[in-house]
């Protein structure tokens, strides 16, 4: 199974908005509402940050918000912090039973 | 509040096996609501799933890896485990074990073991 593919890197300011995007297929992201998103800060192990497409956990932020259409999910930053600098990664189940990540977006906040 | 271990070696010779357990305290890998997953990154690299096993026993693999892995639970111990059979340099990488809903999400992370496979 291939990777879902994301932008290797997106910037933004602090108190601006990014958009990260995540496309797969049909097989995946496209077929389910089971994308997720997971924040990792070097060293450390990943963070769920958005679940079922746009589902945020207890304790995470409103400034992180997702969507989806098509075989396109996003993940969306408003409000950039310094403390948002991270990787950022998308999964999705798969038609296969599987589970499926992206390769990853690095954010930089200027 | 959920906390789960990696162990095992950190460090395996090529064409062996690498073997590594999960220690979940704090809830049950016999609970019917959750699977319990392994994850692995290469350095500098991305996640890739490995796969995942539900307390019934049943075990979802990763196509790409599925000839080589066994994962499997332990309910009276509450661990699960990894087995990485034929090891390359390509499998060197930190494995991190987790609780995942339904294969939806990964909700709990342990810290994560670097794997160095050695030549």
């Known amino acids: 199974q291939s990777a879902l593919t994301q932008p290797a890197s997106v910037s933004g300011s602090p108190g601006q908005s990014i958009t990260i995007s995540c496309s797969g297929t049909?097989?995946?992201?496209?077929?389910?509402?089971?994308v997720s998103w997971y924040q990792q800060h070097p060293g450390k192990a990943p963070k769920l940050m958005i679940y079922?497409?746009?589902n945020r956990p207890s304790g995470v932020s409103d400034r992180f918000s997702g969507s989806k259409s098509g075989n396109t999910a996003s993940l969306t930053i408003s409000g950039l912090q310094a403390e948002d600098e991270a990787d950022y990664y998308c999964?999705?189940?798969?038609?296969?039973?599987?589970?499926?990540f992206g390769g990853g977006t690095r954010l930089t906040v200027l | 509040q959920l906390q789960l271990q990696e162990s095992g070696p950190g460090l395996v010779k090529a064409s062996e096996t690498l073997s590594l357990t999960c220690t979940v305290s704090?809830?049950?890998?016999?609970?019917?609501?959750?699977?319990w997953v392994w994850i692995r990154q290469p350095p500098g690299k991305g996640l890739e799933w490995i796969g995942s096993?539900?307390?019934?026993?049943?075990?979802y693999y990763n196509p790409s890896l599925e000839s080589r892995v066994t994962i499997s639970g332990d309910s009276s111990k509450n661990q699960f485990s990894l087995k990485l059979s034929s090891v390359t340099a390509a499998d060197t990488a930190v494995y991190f074990c987790?609780?995942?809903?339904?294969?939806?999400?990964?909700?709990?992370w342990g810290q994560g073991t670097l794997v160095t496979v050695s030549s």
């Open positions: 704090g809830g049950s890998i016999s609970s019917s609501s959750y699977f």
């Open positions: 079922d497409v746009s």
């Open positions: 999964s999705s189940y798969t038609s296969r039973r599987t589970v499926i």
């Open positions: 049909g097989s995946d992201v496209g077929g389910y509402n089971y």
């Open positions: 096993v539900y307390y019934t026993g049943s075990t």
């Open positions: 987790g609780r995942d809903t339904a294969m939806t999400r990964t909700d709990y």
